[in-house]
C-alpha cells in the first residue's frame, strides 16, 4: 500500500532531527504541498529546509522555544501566513530529563510539562481552529511515549507528561470526529536518535557503548530507528488511515505489556 499526504500543508515540531526531521523528510518524498518545521535549532532546522527543497517540496523554519507560553499561537499564525492554510500536525518535539516522584523539582516538573505536554496541546488548539473555520478535514499525530504506560522510576514526570498528551489525544479526537479532524499518538519505546544517544552517552554517562548493549537485547537486534516512527506517522496522518482516530499505538518491541 502506497501511503501518500498529496496537497497536505504539514506543521512538524522537533523538525531537526531526530523523529521529526524523519517525519519531515517522508512526507517531503511522500508528496506533501508544503511543510513548516520548527525547533529551538536554527542552523539544523534550516539544513533540514534545504534537504526539503531539494525532494521538491515547498518548506519554511520558525524558529520557537515551546516552553514560552506564547509559542504555539506564533507557530500557528506563522505557519499559515507562509502558506495560506494547514492540513496536518505532528507534535514530534519532546524533553526526556529524568525526574522520579521522590526527587523532581518544580523547575523540572514545569519545564517537561511545558514543552511535552502544554506546547503541543496549545498547537492541536490553533490548527483544529484553524480547521473549523476553513470548515477542513484535517489530521493530527502525537508523538507519544511508551513510558506513559507506567513510567520507569527516573522517568516519572517525562511518563506523566506524555500520559496528559495521550489523554488530550484520546479527547480532542473524540470531540472532533465529526468535524473530520482526526487525532492519534504513538506510544514510542526506546528509539535510537540524536537526542538519545547523548542522554545515554553524556548525561548518564554510560559512554559510547551503551548502543550495542542495548541492541543486543532486542528482539531485531537494535532500537526503533526514527525513519520507522516516520513511517507509522505518514499512515495516520494520510487518507490511508480513514476513518481511524483517537487510537493510539504502542512502537515498542521489548515490553509489550506494560513498563516494568
Given at each position: 500500500?502506497?501511503?501518500?499526504?498529496?496537497?497536505?500543508?504539514?506543521?512538524?515540531?522537533?523538525?531537526?532531527?531526530?523523529?521529526?526531521?524523519?517525519?519531515?523528510?517522508?512526507?517531503?518524498?511522500?508528496?506533501?504541498?508544503?511543510?513548516?518545521?520548527?525547533?529551538?535549532?536554527?542552523?539544523?532546522?534550516?539544513?533540514?529546509?534545504?534537504?526539503?527543497?531539494?525532494?521538491?517540496?515547498?518548506?519554511?523554519?520558525?524558529?520557537?522555544?515551546?516552553?514560552?507560553?506564547?509559542?504555539?499561537?506564533?507557530?500557528?499564525?506563522?505557519?499559515?501566513?507562509?502558506?495560506?492554510?494547514?492540513?496536518?500536525?505532528?507534535?514530534?518535539?519532546?524533553?526526556?530529563?529524568?525526574?522520579?516522584?521522590?526527587?523532581?523539582?518544580?523547575?523540572?516538573?514545569?519545564?517537561?510539562?511545558?514543552?511535552?505536554?502544554?506546547?503541543?496541546?496549545?498547537?492541536?488548539?490553533?490548527?483544529?481552529?484553524?480547521?473549523?473555520?476553513?470548515?477542513?478535514?484535517?489530521?493530527?499525530?502525537?508523538?507519544?511515549?511508551?513510558?506513559?504506560?507506567?513510567?520507569?522510576?527516573?522517568?516519572?514526570?517525562?511518563?506523566?507528561?506524555?500520559?496528559?498528551?495521550?489523554l488530550f489525544t484520546k479527547n480532542g479526537a473524540?470531540?472532533?470526529?465529526?468535524?473530520?479532524?482526526?487525532?492519534?499518538?504513538?506510544?514510542?519505546?526506546?528509539?535510537d536518535t540524536p537526542a538519545e544517544r547523548e542522554?545515554?552517552?553524556?548525561?548518564?554517562?554510560?559512554?559510547?557503548?551503551?548502543?550495542?548493549?542495548?541492541?543486543?537485547?532486542?528482539?531485531?537486534?537494535?532500537?526503533?530507528?526514527?525513519?520507522?516512527?516516520?513511517?507509522?506517522?505518514?499512515?495516520?496522518?494520510?487518507?490511508?488511515?480513514?476513518?481511524?482516530?483517537?487510537?493510539?499505538?504502542?512502537?515498542?518491541?521489548?515490553?509489550?505489556?506494560?513498563?516494568?
Amino acid at each position: 500500500m502506497e501511503v501518500r499526504v498529496d496537497d497536505k500543508v504539514l506543521l512538524v515540531t522537533g523538525a531537526a532531527q531526530g523523529v521529526g526531521r524523519a517525519v519531515v523528510l517522508e512526507a517531503a518524498r511522500s508528496g506533501a504541498a508544503a511543510i513548516i518545521l520548527t525547533d529551538r535549532h536554527t542552523q539544523r532546522g534550516e539544513e533540514v529546509v534545504s534537504e526539503v527543497l531539494k525532494l521538491g517540496t515547498k518548506a519554511a523554519f520558525v524558529a520557537a522555544h515551546l516552553e514560552e507560553r506564547d509559542a504555539p499561537a506564533r507557530i500557528i499564525s506563522a505557519a499559515v501566513d507562509q502558506f495560506g492554510r494547514l492540513d496536518a500536525l505532528v507534535n514530534a518535539a519532546g524533553l526526556s530529563e529524568r525526574g522520579s516522584v521522590a526527587e523532581a523539582d518544580i523547575a523540572l516538573f514545569d519545564h517537561l510539562f511545558a514543552v511535552n505536554t502544554r506546547a503541543p496541546m496549545f498547537l492541536m488548539q490553533g490548527l483544529i481552529r484553524h480547521l473549523k473555520e476553513r470548515k477542513a478535514p484535517g489530521s493530527i499525530v502525537n508523538i507519544l511515549s511508551f513510558q506513559a504506560h507506567g513510567a520507569g522510576v527516573n522517568l516519572a514526570i517525562y511518563g506523566a507528561t506524555k500520559a496528559a498528551l495521550s489523554l488530550f489525544t484520546k479527547n480532542g479526537a473524540f470531540a472532533h470526529r465529526k468535524d473530520r479532524i482526526r487525532i492519534c499518538g504513538i506510544n514510542l519505546g526506546w528509539a535510537d536518535t540524536p537526542a538519545e544517544r547523548e542522554m545515554q552517552a553524556v548525561k548518564l554517562g554510560k559512554g559510547e557503548s551503551w548502543l550495542a548493549e542495548a541492541e543486543s537485547r532486542m528482539p531485531w537486534g537494535r532500537l526503533i530507528q526514527a525513519e520507522d516512527v516516520a513511517r507509522l506517522g505518514l499512515f495516520l496522518l494520510s487518507d490511508a488511515s480513514i476513518p481511524m482516530t483517537g487510537a493510539l499505538i504502542d512502537l515498542e518491541q521489548y515490553r509489550v505489556l506494560g513498563v516494568s
